[in-house]
Protein backbone atom coordinates (compact mmCIF):
# COMPACT_ATOMS: atom_id res chain seq x y z
CA UNK A 1 0.00 0.00 0.00
CA UNK A 2 2.63 1.95 0.58
CA UNK A 3 4.21 1.74 -2.45
CA UNK A 4 1.07 2.34 -4.33
CA UNK A 5 0.83 5.62 -2.36
CA UNK A 6 4.34 6.44 -3.43
CA UNK A 7 3.56 5.62 -7.34
CA UNK A 8 0.33 8.44 -7.16
CA UNK A 9 2.75 10.73 -5.65
CA UNK A 10 5.41 10.10 -8.70
CA UNK A 11 2.42 10.68 -11.39
CA UNK A 12 1.87 13.65 -10.07
CA UNK A 13 5.51 14.83 -10.19
CA UNK A 14 5.20 13.03 -13.76
CA UNK A 15 2.47 15.37 -15.13
CA UNK A 16 4.26 18.37 -13.54
CA UNK A 17 7.32 17.54 -15.43
CA UNK A 18 5.07 16.55 -18.69
CA UNK A 19 3.60 20.03 -18.17
CA UNK A 20 6.04 22.31 -17.22
CA UNK A 21 6.52 23.94 -20.80
CA UNK A 22 3.01 25.49 -20.17
CA UNK A 23 5.29 28.19 -17.77
CA UNK A 24 7.58 28.90 -19.65
CA UNK A 25 5.09 29.69 -22.62
CA UNK A 26 3.55 31.73 -19.88
CA UNK A 27 7.12 33.64 -19.03
CA UNK A 28 7.64 33.83 -23.13
CA UNK A 29 3.96 35.67 -23.19
CA UNK A 30 4.12 38.02 -20.30
CA UNK A 31 7.42 39.96 -21.98
CA UNK A 32 5.94 40.04 -25.39
CA UNK A 33 3.22 39.08 -27.66
CA UNK A 34 2.91 39.20 -31.61
CA UNK A 35 2.56 41.39 -33.69
CA UNK A 36 1.12 42.09 -37.29
CA UNK A 37 2.34 44.64 -40.14
CA UNK A 38 -0.62 46.52 -41.67
CA UNK A 39 -1.73 45.37 -44.99
CA UNK A 40 -3.69 47.49 -47.77
CA UNK A 41 -5.09 43.77 -49.33
CA UNK A 42 -8.45 43.49 -48.01
CA UNK A 43 -9.77 39.76 -48.11
CA UNK A 44 -13.53 39.11 -48.39
CA UNK A 45 -14.95 37.48 -45.00
CA UNK A 46 -18.13 35.93 -44.17
CA UNK A 47 -19.27 36.64 -40.32
CA UNK A 48 -21.78 33.99 -39.27
CA UNK A 49 -23.79 34.09 -35.93
CA UNK A 50 -26.08 31.63 -34.32
CA UNK A 51 -28.40 33.53 -32.62
CA UNK A 52 -31.00 31.81 -30.09
CA UNK A 53 -33.50 34.45 -28.43
CA UNK A 54 -31.13 37.03 -28.36
CA UNK A 55 -33.43 40.13 -29.35
CA UNK A 56 -31.90 42.73 -26.44
CA UNK A 57 -28.47 42.50 -27.65
CA UNK A 58 -28.24 41.33 -31.00
CA UNK A 59 -28.86 44.67 -33.02
CA UNK A 60 -25.65 46.25 -30.74
CA UNK A 61 -23.44 43.66 -32.47
CA UNK A 62 -25.09 44.07 -36.16
CA UNK A 63 -24.45 48.29 -35.65
CA UNK A 64 -20.65 46.97 -34.66
CA UNK A 65 -20.19 45.20 -37.34
CA UNK A 66 -21.28 47.73 -40.05
CA UNK A 67 -18.91 50.52 -37.84
CA UNK A 68 -16.04 48.95 -38.54
CA UNK A 69 -13.38 51.02 -40.63
CA UNK A 70 -12.81 47.90 -43.04
CA UNK A 71 -14.70 47.70 -46.57
CA UNK A 72 -18.46 46.68 -46.48
CA UNK A 73 -18.10 45.60 -49.35
CA UNK A 74 -15.82 42.95 -47.99
CA UNK A 75 -17.94 41.60 -45.34
CA UNK A 76 -21.25 40.20 -45.41
CA UNK A 77 -23.07 38.99 -42.02
CA UNK A 78 -24.67 35.64 -41.60
CA UNK A 79 -27.40 35.31 -39.66
CA UNK A 80 -29.07 32.01 -37.94
CA UNK A 81 -31.97 32.57 -36.10
CA UNK A 82 -31.90 29.21 -34.40
CA UNK A 83 -35.14 27.72 -32.17
CA UNK A 84 -35.75 31.08 -31.62
CA UNK A 85 -39.43 31.90 -29.69
CA UNK A 86 -39.04 35.54 -29.13
CA UNK A 87 -38.16 38.67 -31.54
CA UNK A 88 -34.82 38.11 -32.77
CA UNK A 89 -35.79 37.38 -36.48
CA UNK A 90 -37.85 40.70 -36.40
CA UNK A 91 -34.74 43.14 -34.64
CA UNK A 92 -33.03 41.42 -37.61
CA UNK A 93 -35.14 42.43 -40.04
CA UNK A 94 -36.37 45.70 -39.01
CA UNK A 95 -33.04 46.54 -39.09
CA UNK A 96 -32.33 45.34 -42.71
CA UNK A 97 -35.40 47.63 -44.14
CA UNK A 98 -34.52 50.53 -41.75
CA UNK A 99 -30.91 50.74 -42.86
CA UNK A 100 -31.33 49.09 -47.07
CA UNK A 101 -28.17 47.27 -46.06
CA UNK A 102 -27.38 44.49 -48.59
CA UNK A 103 -24.37 42.23 -46.22
CA UNK A 104 -26.58 41.13 -43.63
CA UNK A 105 -28.30 37.74 -44.74
CA UNK A 106 -30.78 36.20 -42.02
CA UNK A 107 -31.83 32.30 -42.29
CA UNK A 108 -34.33 31.03 -39.56
CA UNK A 109 -33.87 27.46 -38.29
CA UNK A 110 -36.33 25.41 -36.21
CA UNK A 111 -35.14 22.00 -34.90
CA UNK A 112 -35.79 21.69 -31.24
CA UNK A 113 -33.81 18.43 -31.44
CA UNK A 114 -30.77 19.79 -32.81
CA UNK A 115 -30.70 22.86 -30.06
CA UNK A 116 -26.79 23.46 -29.93
CA UNK A 117 -24.46 26.40 -31.30
CA UNK A 118 -22.91 23.79 -33.05
CA UNK A 119 -25.84 22.56 -34.90
CA UNK A 120 -27.37 25.81 -36.00
CA UNK A 121 -24.00 26.35 -37.64
CA UNK A 122 -23.93 23.41 -39.73
CA UNK A 123 -27.04 23.92 -41.23
CA UNK A 124 -25.85 27.84 -41.91
CA UNK A 125 -22.93 26.65 -43.32
CA UNK A 126 -24.48 24.12 -45.14
CA UNK A 127 -26.98 27.34 -46.52
CA UNK A 128 -23.74 29.39 -47.35
CA UNK A 129 -22.78 26.52 -49.49
CA UNK A 130 -25.77 26.33 -51.08
CA UNK A 131 -26.26 29.87 -52.01
CA UNK A 132 -23.32 31.32 -52.50
CA UNK A 133 -20.31 28.40 -52.75
CA UNK A 134 -17.98 28.34 -49.47
CA UNK A 135 -14.79 29.39 -51.71
CA UNK A 136 -17.02 32.80 -52.17
CA UNK A 137 -15.68 34.02 -49.03
CA UNK A 138 -11.62 33.60 -47.94
CA UNK A 139 -12.32 33.46 -44.16
CA UNK A 140 -14.92 32.84 -41.59
CA UNK A 141 -15.47 35.02 -38.65
CA UNK A 142 -17.64 33.17 -35.45
CA UNK A 143 -19.02 35.32 -33.17
CA UNK A 144 -21.84 34.94 -30.51
CA UNK A 145 -24.67 37.39 -30.80
CA UNK A 146 -24.44 39.53 -27.58
CA UNK A 147 -21.11 40.28 -28.62
CA UNK A 148 -19.55 43.59 -29.67
CA UNK A 149 -16.43 44.52 -31.60
CA UNK A 150 -13.97 47.45 -31.47
CA UNK A 151 -14.37 49.59 -34.80
CA UNK A 152 -10.75 48.49 -36.12
CA UNK A 153 -11.46 44.75 -35.32
CA UNK A 154 -11.76 42.78 -38.51
CA UNK A 155 -8.94 45.60 -39.60
CA UNK A 156 -6.41 44.25 -36.75
CA UNK A 157 -7.79 40.45 -37.95
CA UNK A 158 -6.98 41.13 -41.75
CA UNK A 159 -3.28 41.93 -41.04
CA UNK A 160 -3.13 38.44 -39.06
CA UNK A 161 -4.99 36.57 -41.63
CA UNK A 162 -2.92 38.52 -43.69
CA UNK A 163 0.19 36.92 -42.80
CA UNK A 164 -0.84 33.81 -43.56
CA UNK A 165 -2.23 32.65 -40.93
CA UNK A 166 -5.10 30.61 -41.06
CA UNK A 167 -6.57 30.51 -37.66
CA UNK A 168 -6.65 33.35 -35.71
CA UNK A 169 -8.19 34.23 -32.41
CA UNK A 170 -8.50 37.78 -30.56
CA UNK A 171 -8.60 39.70 -27.30
CA UNK A 172 -12.10 38.55 -25.34
CA UNK A 173 -12.80 41.35 -23.43
CA UNK A 174 -15.98 41.53 -21.05
CA UNK A 175 -19.32 43.96 -21.32
CA UNK A 176 -20.37 43.47 -17.79
CA UNK A 177 -16.55 42.77 -15.34
CA UNK A 178 -17.29 44.46 -12.03
CA UNK A 179 -21.50 43.68 -12.44
CA UNK A 180 -20.57 40.97 -9.42
CA UNK A 181 -18.05 38.18 -8.48
CA UNK A 182 -19.17 35.97 -10.59
CA UNK A 183 -18.85 37.97 -14.03
CA UNK A 184 -15.80 39.26 -12.96
CA UNK A 185 -14.74 35.35 -12.40
CA UNK A 186 -15.63 34.92 -15.81
CA UNK A 187 -13.62 37.95 -17.73
CA UNK A 188 -10.83 36.96 -15.96
CA UNK A 189 -10.58 33.38 -16.84
CA UNK A 190 -10.99 34.80 -20.41
CA UNK A 191 -7.98 37.06 -19.78
CA UNK A 192 -6.27 34.82 -18.14
CA UNK A 193 -6.15 32.52 -21.26
CA UNK A 194 -5.34 35.30 -23.41
CA UNK A 195 -2.50 36.42 -20.78
CA UNK A 196 -0.79 32.77 -19.41
CA UNK A 197 -1.32 30.96 -22.75
CA UNK A 198 -2.44 32.95 -26.14
CA UNK A 199 0.08 35.45 -26.06
CA UNK A 200 3.00 32.64 -25.77
CA UNK A 201 2.10 30.66 -27.93
CA UNK A 202 1.53 32.56 -30.64
CA UNK A 203 4.94 33.49 -30.79
CA UNK A 204 6.52 29.84 -30.18
CA UNK A 205 4.39 28.98 -33.17
CA UNK A 206 1.93 26.66 -30.69
CA UNK A 207 -1.94 26.24 -31.62
CA UNK A 208 -3.38 28.92 -29.11
CA UNK A 209 -7.10 28.53 -27.22
CA UNK A 210 -10.11 29.32 -29.71
CA UNK A 211 -12.56 30.37 -26.83
CA UNK A 212 -16.03 29.41 -28.11
CA UNK A 213 -15.96 32.90 -29.99
CA UNK A 214 -14.32 35.81 -31.48
CA UNK A 215 -12.20 33.85 -33.96
CA UNK A 216 -11.48 33.46 -38.35
CA UNK A 217 -10.25 30.98 -40.06
CA UNK A 218 -9.83 29.94 -43.56
CA UNK A 219 -12.59 28.58 -46.06
CA UNK A 220 -10.43 25.90 -46.80
CA UNK A 221 -11.55 24.47 -43.17
CA UNK A 222 -14.88 24.11 -43.56
CA UNK A 223 -14.99 22.96 -47.48
CA UNK A 224 -16.96 19.93 -46.67
CA UNK A 225 -19.14 21.71 -44.00
CA UNK A 226 -19.27 22.44 -40.37
CA UNK A 227 -18.98 19.02 -38.36
CA UNK A 228 -18.46 19.98 -34.88
CA UNK A 229 -22.21 19.89 -33.21
CA UNK A 230 -21.24 18.68 -29.48
CA UNK A 231 -21.58 20.46 -26.53
CA UNK A 232 -18.16 22.31 -26.82
CA UNK A 233 -17.60 22.96 -30.77
CA UNK A 234 -15.21 24.96 -30.17
CA UNK A 235 -12.98 22.74 -28.86
CA UNK A 236 -13.97 20.19 -31.54
CA UNK A 237 -12.67 22.24 -33.93
CA UNK A 238 -9.41 23.38 -32.85
CA UNK A 239 -8.74 19.50 -31.96
CA UNK A 240 -9.86 18.46 -35.48
CA UNK A 241 -7.55 21.74 -36.59
CA UNK A 242 -4.34 21.01 -34.98
CA UNK A 243 -4.60 17.03 -36.19
CA UNK A 244 -4.69 18.34 -39.39
CA UNK A 245 -1.86 20.10 -38.96
CA UNK A 246 -3.06 23.97 -38.34
CA UNK A 247 -1.42 26.27 -36.11
CA UNK A 248 -3.81 28.94 -34.40
CA UNK A 249 -2.53 32.43 -33.85
CA UNK A 250 -3.88 35.33 -31.60
CA UNK A 251 -3.75 38.84 -32.78
CA UNK A 252 -3.67 41.03 -29.32
CA UNK A 253 -5.15 44.07 -31.13
CA UNK A 254 -8.32 42.69 -32.33
CA UNK A 255 -10.49 43.83 -29.34
CA UNK A 256 -14.11 42.54 -29.30
CA UNK A 257 -16.76 41.98 -25.98
CA UNK A 258 -18.50 39.87 -24.46
CA UNK A 259 -21.31 39.51 -22.16
CA UNK A 260 -20.52 37.22 -19.15
CA UNK A 261 -22.80 35.51 -16.80
CA UNK A 262 -23.84 36.62 -13.37
CA UNK A 263 -26.07 34.76 -11.92
CA UNK A 264 -24.46 31.65 -9.56
CA UNK A 265 -27.80 29.48 -11.25
CA UNK A 266 -26.34 30.22 -15.14
CA UNK A 267 -22.78 29.97 -13.84
CA UNK A 268 -23.39 26.69 -12.58
CA UNK A 269 -25.00 24.87 -15.53
CA UNK A 270 -22.95 26.68 -17.85
CA UNK A 271 -19.81 24.78 -16.39
CA UNK A 272 -21.14 21.76 -16.26
CA UNK A 273 -21.94 21.93 -19.98
CA UNK A 274 -18.39 22.94 -20.33
CA UNK A 275 -17.32 20.39 -17.85
CA UNK A 276 -19.20 17.66 -20.45
CA UNK A 277 -18.01 19.05 -23.25
CA UNK A 278 -14.48 18.77 -22.31
CA UNK A 279 -14.90 14.96 -21.17
CA UNK A 280 -16.83 14.06 -24.56
CA UNK A 281 -13.17 15.81 -26.36
CA UNK A 282 -11.33 13.93 -24.35
CA UNK A 283 -12.78 10.41 -25.44
CA UNK A 284 -13.27 12.00 -29.17
CA UNK A 285 -9.84 13.59 -29.44
CA UNK A 286 -7.30 12.31 -27.56
CA UNK A 287 -6.38 8.90 -29.14
CA UNK A 288 -6.10 11.58 -32.44
CA UNK A 289 -3.72 13.41 -31.15
CA UNK A 290 -1.63 10.26 -29.49
CA UNK A 291 -1.81 8.94 -33.16
CA UNK A 292 -0.28 12.25 -34.10
CA UNK A 293 2.40 12.58 -32.13
CA UNK A 294 3.42 8.92 -33.08
CA UNK A 295 4.42 10.34 -36.38
CA UNK A 296 7.11 12.37 -34.94
CA UNK A 297 6.85 15.01 -37.51
CA UNK A 298 6.93 18.36 -37.64
CA UNK A 299 3.18 19.02 -36.21
CA UNK A 300 4.37 16.85 -33.15
CA UNK A 301 4.68 20.40 -30.96
CA UNK A 302 1.06 20.86 -31.71
CA UNK A 303 -0.59 17.70 -30.63
CA UNK A 304 1.15 17.83 -27.67
CA UNK A 305 -0.37 20.70 -26.24
CA UNK A 306 -3.26 20.02 -27.49
CA UNK A 307 -3.09 16.71 -26.34
CA UNK A 308 -2.59 18.31 -22.24
CA UNK A 309 -5.55 21.01 -23.56
CA UNK A 310 -7.79 17.98 -23.52
CA UNK A 311 -6.56 16.14 -20.77
CA UNK A 312 -8.67 15.78 -17.80
CA UNK A 313 -6.74 17.24 -15.06
CA UNK A 314 -9.63 17.61 -12.16
CA UNK A 315 -10.26 13.87 -12.66
CA UNK A 316 -7.35 12.33 -12.68
CA UNK A 317 -6.76 14.60 -9.39
CA UNK A 318 -9.87 13.48 -7.99
CA UNK A 319 -9.28 9.53 -8.42
CA UNK A 320 -5.56 9.55 -7.56
CA UNK A 321 -6.43 11.11 -4.34
CA UNK A 322 -9.54 9.24 -3.05
CA UNK A 323 -7.10 6.45 -3.82
CA UNK A 324 -4.49 8.04 -1.36
CA UNK A 325 -7.02 8.74 1.01
CA UNK A 326 -8.43 4.97 0.75
CA UNK A 327 -4.72 3.17 1.21
CA UNK A 328 -3.93 5.60 4.20
CA UNK A 329 -7.30 5.03 6.00
CA UNK A 330 -6.38 0.92 5.25
CA UNK A 331 -2.74 1.18 6.89
CA UNK A 332 -4.42 3.13 9.93
CA UNK A 333 -6.82 0.77 10.46
CA UNK A 334 -3.88 -2.31 10.37
CA UNK A 335 -1.81 0.03 12.88
CA UNK A 336 -4.91 0.58 14.92
CA UNK A 337 -4.83 4.46 14.30
CA UNK A 338 -8.02 5.17 11.82
CA UNK A 339 -9.20 8.45 13.58
CA UNK A 340 -5.05 9.95 13.77
CA UNK A 341 -5.33 9.02 10.01
CA UNK A 342 -8.62 10.72 9.09
CA UNK A 343 -7.47 13.79 10.95
CA UNK A 344 -4.31 13.63 8.98
CA UNK A 345 -6.10 13.37 5.66
CA UNK A 346 -8.62 16.55 6.52
CA UNK A 347 -5.28 18.60 7.68
CA UNK A 348 -3.75 18.00 4.70
CA UNK A 349 -6.94 18.04 2.23
CA UNK A 350 -7.18 22.06 3.91
CA UNK A 351 -3.63 22.75 3.59
CA UNK A 352 -3.97 21.76 0.26
CA UNK A 353 -7.21 23.87 -0.66
CA UNK A 354 -5.77 26.97 0.75
CA UNK A 355 -2.13 25.98 -1.33
CA UNK A 356 -4.56 26.01 -4.01
CA UNK A 357 -6.77 29.03 -3.41
CA UNK A 358 -3.24 31.32 -2.93
CA UNK A 359 -1.70 29.95 -6.27
CA UNK A 360 -4.90 30.67 -8.30
CA UNK A 361 -5.22 34.31 -6.48
CA UNK A 362 -1.67 34.70 -7.28
CA UNK A 363 -3.10 33.81 -10.93
CA UNK A 364 -5.85 36.72 -10.92
CA UNK A 365 -3.54 39.81 -9.32
CA UNK A 366 -1.35 39.23 -12.55
CA UNK A 367 -4.30 38.80 -15.13
CA UNK A 368 -5.99 41.70 -13.39
CA UNK A 369 -2.16 44.25 -13.20
CA UNK A 370 -1.49 43.14 -16.80
CA UNK A 371 -5.47 44.23 -17.99
CA UNK A 372 -5.07 47.45 -15.62
CA UNK A 373 -1.97 48.27 -17.12
CA UNK A 374 -3.93 47.93 -21.15
CA UNK A 375 -7.06 49.83 -19.95
CA UNK A 376 -8.09 51.97 -17.04
CA UNK A 377 -9.87 49.14 -15.02
CA UNK A 378 -8.24 50.37 -11.97
CA UNK A 379 -9.39 54.01 -12.28
CA UNK A 380 -13.03 53.62 -13.20
CA UNK A 381 -13.71 50.93 -10.09
CA UNK A 382 -13.40 50.85 -6.51
CA UNK A 383 -10.33 48.75 -5.20
CA UNK A 384 -12.04 47.40 -2.66
CA UNK A 385 -14.45 45.74 -4.70
CA UNK A 386 -11.98 44.30 -7.17
CA UNK A 387 -10.00 42.67 -4.04
CA UNK A 388 -13.23 41.11 -2.99
CA UNK A 389 -14.02 39.63 -6.40
CA UNK A 390 -10.48 38.61 -6.96
CA UNK A 391 -10.57 36.46 -2.96
CA UNK A 392 -13.62 35.34 -4.89
CA UNK A 393 -12.40 33.69 -8.64
CA UNK A 394 -10.74 30.33 -6.73
CA UNK A 395 -14.40 29.72 -5.48
CA UNK A 396 -14.93 30.28 -9.43
CA UNK A 397 -11.98 27.32 -10.59
CA UNK A 398 -13.09 25.32 -7.65
CA UNK A 399 -16.47 24.76 -9.51
CA UNK A 400 -14.86 24.59 -13.05
CA UNK A 401 -12.88 21.15 -11.37
CA UNK A 402 -16.09 19.60 -9.30
CA UNK A 403 -18.26 20.32 -12.67
CA UNK A 404 -15.91 17.90 -14.39
CA UNK A 405 -16.21 15.36 -11.67
CA UNK A 406 -20.36 15.71 -11.57
CA UNK A 407 -20.36 15.41 -15.39
CA UNK A 408 -19.15 11.95 -15.51
CA UNK A 409 -22.19 10.86 -14.14
CA UNK A 410 -25.09 13.30 -15.29
CA UNK A 411 -26.22 13.70 -18.41
CA UNK A 412 -26.07 17.48 -19.60
CA UNK A 413 -28.64 19.13 -22.41
CA UNK A 414 -27.60 22.57 -24.26
CA UNK A 415 -29.40 25.43 -22.49
CA UNK A 416 -29.32 29.01 -23.88
CA UNK A 417 -27.10 31.80 -21.87
CA UNK A 418 -29.32 34.80 -21.51
CA UNK A 419 -27.81 38.22 -22.37
CA UNK A 420 -29.36 41.11 -21.50
CA UNK A 421 -26.46 43.46 -21.47
CA UNK A 422 -27.52 46.24 -23.86
CA UNK A 423 -24.14 47.94 -24.46
CA UNK A 424 -22.47 49.51 -27.40
CA UNK A 425 -18.93 50.12 -28.12
CA UNK A 426 -19.51 53.95 -27.24
CA UNK A 427 -21.29 52.96 -23.56
CA UNK A 428 -18.33 50.68 -23.14
CA UNK A 429 -15.56 52.91 -23.68
CA UNK A 430 -17.28 55.08 -21.05
CA UNK A 431 -18.39 52.21 -18.27
Known amino acids: MRVLISICATIGTILTILTFYKKIVHLVGLFSRKKFQPTNTKHKYAICVA ?11 IES ?17 NNCTDKTVDVVKDYINETQCNNVKL ?8 RTKGFALKYLFEQIKKDYGIESFEGYFIFDADNILNPNYITKMNEAFDAGNKIVTSFRNSKNTMQNWISYSYAMHWLRTCLKENRGKSIVNLACRIQGTGFLFANELVKDGWKYTSLTEDRAFCTDAVVQGYRISYCEDAV ?171 KLNKN
Open 51 to 61: ARNEEKVIRNL
Open 256 to 426: FYDEQPYKLKIALRQRLRWAKGHLQSTVENEPKLIKNMLKFNKNFAISYDCFWLNFPYSIESFFRKILVYILKICLGIIACNVLGVIWGIVVSYAIGLLKNWGKKMIDVVEVAIWYGKKTNFFKNNNFFKILFYTLMFPFFDIIGKWSMIIAMFVKVEWKPIPHDRVMDVK
Open 65 to 81: IHNQDYDQNKITLFIIA
Open 107 to 114: YVRDCPEE
